[in-house]
């Protein structure tokens, strides 16, 4: 007979979730859920901790931080909570790398966008288990400009996304691409300024978040749900001001890291 991990618990805060959902209704904003949910949980007496923060740490080098949505009973179960059209295979992976981080028993993601209440209960079968790393070179990078370290960068992109998962904001995949790059002995520069001009005229400083990697190739580090043109168009304008000529967007928000290459 299979065990459930904390049977009770999680009946009690499923309860809770279906009483909100059929009082509230579906997607309104998530902070809305997240502060009744908040709400019932004290009323019933059940530990809560919302917006707990975690430290994100990469080569046991601090990358950021991280807050999941409610904390329950000092980490019986992690609650994270969506307002989509459905759960998606990377609403779950981003889950497992919360339980992962926060080493909580169970995690509950459930969604309040469907037509229904939608969860699904995911138990922290990581623990004590580790994956190692094995890179298969990307023969994609033969044609490209500087083919050694941008098969290297390759390498170093798909760790980051293996070690920490998806689901995180864009500054820890940031930092902890810096400090993979520092480790296997890369020079490198993070941009984030860069003056504009036209026909040599200072018009201004623009933000940016890029690294620049042996003064040869542009690194640009997301996690969004997609890389739209706009962004390749505006990686291609960053090359030509940073006097760089292959740029690489880096996509880490889902299942699987989304690489793309920019060239002028």
Not at 75 to 91: F, R, S, T, Y
Not at 106 to 123: Q, T, Y
Not at 228 to 250: C, I, Y
Request: net charge negative; with cysteine.
């Amino acid at each position: 007979m299979t065990h459930i991990i904390h049977k009770e618990l999680s009946y009690t805060v499923r309860g809770i979730l279906l009483e909100i959902y059929n009082k509230l209704g579906p997607m309104l904003p998530e902070e809305f859920y997240q502060k009744a949910v908040t709400y019932r949980l004290g009323e019933q007496h059940i530990a809560c901790t919302p917006e707990k923060e975690f430290l994100v740490f990469y080569r046991d080098q601090l990358a950021g931080k991280y807050y999941v949505d409610h904390w329950l009973e000092e980490g019986k179960i992690i609650l994270e909570l969506k307002v989509a059209p459905q759960i998606l295979p990377a609403h779950q992976a981003q889950t497992l790398s919360y339980l992962k981080l926060t080493n909580a028993d169970l995690a509950i993601l459930v969604n309040f966008g469907e037509k229904s209440l939608s969860d699904k209960r995911l138990p922290n079968f990581l623990r004590g288990k580790k994956a190692d790393f094995h890179w298969q070179p990307y023969q994609a990078t033969e044609d490209l400009l500087y083919p050694e370290l941008t098969e290297q960068l390759f390498e170093i992109l798909y760790r980051v996304h293996f070690t920490l998962g998806p689901g995180f904001i864009h500054r820890v995949y940031r930092q902890a691409t810096a400090i993979e790059l520092k480790y296997q002995g890369l020079d490198y520069e993070r941009i984030t300024q860069i003056p504009i001009y036209y026909d040599q005229h200072f018009l201004g400083v623009q933000n940016t978040h890029v690294i620049k990697v042996e003064q040869k190739i542009l690194l640009g580090l997301f996690a969004l749900k997609e890389i739209d043109e706009v962004r390749q168009v505006e990686m291609k304008a960053r090359l030509r001001h940073l006097d760089v000529q292959l740029g690489l967007l880096a996509n880490f928000y889902g299942e699987q890291l989304d690489i793309q290459v920019v060239r002028i």
